[in-house]
């Protein structure tokens, strides 16, 4: 066998599931789903001689996105034929169909000769990938003239992984670049061509530019893997679960794919993709599905949810895990077999993905990751997640440096607070895939502070658009496991400030707002939670009964989520409704769009209304996830310090956490025993005879900040090369703020006398 075929052995391997048992009961669902998907297929296809199309709904007049779901439609197709087991395995007639449709889509539609309209993903991207693993699939009965056209069509639009055809010395980056990476090296497997294998190869490390936009290194603005494990795609947007996803499966097949052959990537800067499963991905997999705060305006596709991103992740993982030296690949097996253990992997995974979990289950050498516990902050994409062994609650914040969100192509219509302070709280696996971002109200999505004016839907003049209010602040610090997250709120189009900040605890989120002000004659609001949930709702022990309420509250219980604690007490107003829409009505784009069948789902809100023009106003709340409301009631965990436009401070004592002290500092100022020269975001825990500090600057505007603690500490256990600390009976903690672009400085201090480390 040549190294050729070795090669397409290995790639059509990774498509149809290689070798396994199809008597096996395991793979009965996804050989069922490929039957029905590829029967439907086929019987809609249209096979008239004077045929203008292959299928009705892809009448191939101008979209590109018919013409690249022609392409991954016929895949599927392909895919039937080259799977034992499937109904269609094997079929002669298909096959003729097959040929001919190829023939008909290079005559017709996709050819060298052609010129792109539309989207240019569809024809650079969607269907050359589509056209290469059909042809990997029916390699042995496509004729050579047939195998020859086709590439000229992909060498006509993606040549190379470096650049954007159909623009002057774009370069590509970040997914789009491994997209294109494996494309060209599916095309050089393809067609023996060595040089176009090498071709690929290099692109991953961008040899042609010198490394410039190389997906294994570290970046410091734009694309790419950011050294705190943020991702971002299109300049400013977060976007670790979706484009980051497909980074990591072109990335991971590209390894395993050329891994022990003539083009193996060797570029010791692969590691950057290694550490970044642990780094970049698991923090954001809760139980198996990735969490929409890194999801972007893919929360808006109805066929691609969270489960859905989380099983496209653990596979690729496992993907990667198959070319991976040790220890890395023992690890990601382990995170792997806790993820697909946990979850949902074998609901919606098909033949390949099913193999390659079953067989990390059935390896009785491998033990399943636990759930984490810890607390991540990252800075470089304004965002922040926080992991508890029965819960999760992760943050999307905004600023002048990262988007708010984004839309287009008839995307995310409905995006419009995405990135504005949104809570996500994870305590079961079902409540943000099940319907939630077509049926929820999106003017109140949980943890923001709106102007409740009319929006339109969200729409980009060409393409996507992403969309940045003017605020510098957006960000945190961490410290052993918690953490202090803010944001200052400017929001667009609209005169509306706001000051926010987040203490996440072991047992609670404290939730805090200040200088809440508005003049544009509009009722602003907080939302504190907007639950899609059938269960009861009690507040100050009474069962809520009616659809809306409001009263003076100090604490809320949620059957089946947690409690919401109000200290002092708050006027929160309630509501039960049922909402009903659809996802076409959030996306109905070219190759994305959702169905317009109506789904409808039951939500309880909480939420503050401050009112028309509101002048400096406030809240608090604690979320208390899966607590009782016996413990709800009860709880006294933590003691609101300041909630003011200059200072937001809580002090924490029960728990793991030992005593915390947590605070914004927006302005110079003193409160709980800590004093600030500067703006800045602090931790200070005391467990033991240890104290710990944790310093940021989320505005990324401060050089240097000196903190007074009024408690005694003689001794320094450690100190980043950025702090320095005197110790004495009101020790000062001083920290170089300046270029470090809002990440976490720390030092450890006891209260004994202890030697410099």
């Not at 013409?67 to 395995?89: C, D, F, K, V």
């Not at 004659?521 to 409001?550: C, K």
């Not at 608090?620 to 310090?641: F, R």
């Not at 500092?665 to 709980?672: D, M, N, T, Y």
Request: hydrophobic share 40%; net charge negative.
């Amino acid at each position: 066998m040549t190294e050729f075929a070795t090669l397409r052995a290995k790639a059509t391997a990774l498509l149809s599931g290689g070798s396994f048992d199809p008597a096996d009961p395991t793979f009965a669902a996804p050989l069922a789903k490929l039957d029905a998907a590829a029967s439907t297929l086929r019987g809609a296809l249209d096979l008239a001689p004077n045929r203008t199309f292959l299928w009705p709904d892809l009448p191939l007049k101008g979209v590109s996105g018919d013409i690249a779901s022609s392409h991954q439609r016929l895949r599927t197709l392909a895919t039937a034929w080259a799977t034992p087991g499937s109904a269609l395995h094997g079929d002669d007639g298909l096959a003729g169909e097959l040929l001919a449709a190829l023939d008909f889509l290079y005559a017709r539609a996709y050819n060298e000769t052609k010129r792109e309209v539309g989207n240019w993903w569809h024809w650079e991207i969607g269907a050359p990938r589509a056209l290469m693993d059909t042809c990997l699939l029916m390699y042995d009965l496509i004729s050579t003239e047939q195998r020859t056209a086709w590439i000229r069509a992909v060498d006509r639009f993606c040549p190379n992984p470096d650049r954007r055809t159909n623009l002057t010395n774009f370069a590509e980056t970040g997914a789009n670049r491994a997209d294109k990476a494996l494309i060209v090296a599916l095309r050089g497997i393809v067609g023996d061509d060595a040089a176009k294998v090498a071709l690929a190869r290099d692109g991953l490390s961008d040899l042609r530019d010198g490394g410039r936009n190389t997906l294994f290194g570290y970046v410091t603005s734009r694309d790419g893997f950011y050294a705190d494990g943020s991702f971002i795609q299109h300049d400013t947007v977060a976007y670790t679960g979706s484009y980051g996803v497909v980074l990591l499966q072109s990335v991971s097949a590209m390894l395993g794919l050329l891994g022990g052959s003539s083009w193996e990537v060797t570029d010791p800067k692969r590691s950057v993709i290694l550490d970044a499963v642990e780094r970049t991905f698991a923090p954001w997999i809760h139980d198996g599905l990735m969490m929409d705060s890194v999801r972007g305006r893919a929360v808006s596709r109805g066929g691609s949810r969270d489960h859905d991103a989380g099983r496209e992740t653990v596979d690729a993982v496992l993907q990667l895990a198959t070319g991976a030296p040790e220890p890395y690949a023992t690890r990601f097996k382990e995170l792997a077999k806790g993820w697909v253990s946990r979850g949902r992997f074998f609901e919606g995974a098909g033949i390949a993905a099913t193999a390659r979990a079953r067989a990390v289950l059935d390896d009785p050498r491998l033990a399943a990751a636990a759930r984490p516990v810890g607390h991540h902050v990252f800075a470089d994409m304004d965002r922040v997640v926080h992991r508890r062994t029965h819960w999760s609650f992760a943050l999307s914040l905004d600023s002048k440096r990262i988007a708010g969100y984004e839309c287009g192509n008839g995307e995310n219509y409905r995006a419009w607070y995405q990135g504005d302070g949104v809570t996500y709280l994870y305590t079961d696996l079902d409540h943000y895939s099940a319907d939630y971002w077509p049926t929820v109200n999106s003017y109140r999505l949980p943890g923001t502070t709106v102007d409740t004016r009319h929006r339109d839907p969200a729409v980009s003049v060409s393409g996507t658009g992403t969309f940045r209010p003017k605020n510098a602040w957006a960000g945190g610090a961490v410290l052993g496991g918690y953490g202090v997250a803010s944001l200052e709120l400017m929001a667009m189009g609209s005169t509306l400030t706001a000051r926010k900040s987040w203490i996440c605890l072991d047992d609670a989120v404290v939730c805090l707002g200040a200088g809440i002000t508005s003049t544009d004659d509009r009722t602003i609001e907080t939302v504190v939670e907007n639950r899609g949930t059938t269960g009861a709702l009690t507040v100050d022990g009474v069962l809520q009964q009616s659809a809306e309420s409001s009263s003076a509250s100090s604490w809320a219980h949620l059957e089946g989520v947690g409690g919401y604690v109000f200290p002092g007490g708050a006027p929160l107003r309630t509501l039960r409704e049922v909402r009903t829409d659809s996802w076409k009505a959030i996306n109905d784009g070219a190759s994305t769009s959702g169905s317009d069948e109506p789904v409808s789902r039951e939500y309880v809100t909480l939420w503050f209304d401050h009112g028309a023009n509101p002048s400096d106003a406030t809240y608090a709340y604690l979320l208390l996830p899966n607590a009782t409301a016996e413990q709800t009631a009860a709880y006294s965990g933590v003691e609101v310090l300041a909630n003011t436009a200059e200072v937001q401070a809580v002090h924490a004592g029960r728990g793991g956490q030992g005593q915390l002290f947590a605070a914004t500092f927006w302005a110079a100022g003193s409160v709980g025993g800590v004093s600030a020269s500067a703006p800045c975001a602090v931790l200070v825990r005391r467990a033991g005879d240890r104290v710990s500090v944790a310093v940021s600057d989320p505005s990324r505007t401060v050089d240097s900040v000196v903190l007074t603690l009024d408690h005694p500490a003689h001794g320094v256990v450690s100190t980043d090369d950025t702090v320095t600390v005197r110790p004495g009976k009101n020790p000062t903690i001083t920290v170089k703020l300046a270029g470090s672009r809002g990440h976490t400085h720390t030092a450890e201090l006891t209260v004994g006398r202890h030697r410099e480390g």
